[in-house]
């Protein structure tokens, strides 16, 4: 089993930065595709960034966060990383973490392993 563990949430100001981290136990980090999500109250968990296996040389973007997050892996410390910037009262949500063997996930359907969670707060 994969385990993933989400920190670095926390309330801040509008148009401040928070870094999130996910750190990854179980398998072989480098083989897996890694993402976030997140979701709001009364709204579906959307999909937010991603990045493939190995060096993660590909990444993708919701176009609500584009220029403004950044996803990025460091396979030695099996931890992916989610660095937003310019935050906004809409970013505010719960973000989790998310695995797919292989290829990287960009669909709540088809992510394999989840973590627990960790609430963004974004202040106006």
């Known amino acids: 089993q994969v385990q993933l563990v989400e920190s670095g949430g926390g309330l801040v100001q509008a148009g401040g930065s928070l870094r999130l981290s996910c750190a990854a136990s179980g398998g072989t980090f480098s083989s897996y595709g890694m993402g976030w999500f997140r979701q709001a109250p009364g709204k579906e968990r959307e999909f937010v960034a991603a990045?493939?296996?190995?060096?993660?040389?590909?990444?993708y973007y919701a176009d609500s966060v584009k220029g403004r997050f950044t996803i990025s892996r460091d396979n030695a410390k099996n931890t992916v990383y989610l660095q937003m910037n310019s935050l906004k009262p809409e970013d505010t949500a719960v973000y989790y973490c998310a695995a797919k063997f292989w290829a990287a996930p960009t669909s709540r359907y088809e992510s394999n392993y989840w973590g627990q969670g960790t609430q963004v707060t974004v202040s106006s």
């Open positions: 990045i493939n296996r190995g060096s993660g040389s590909s990444k």
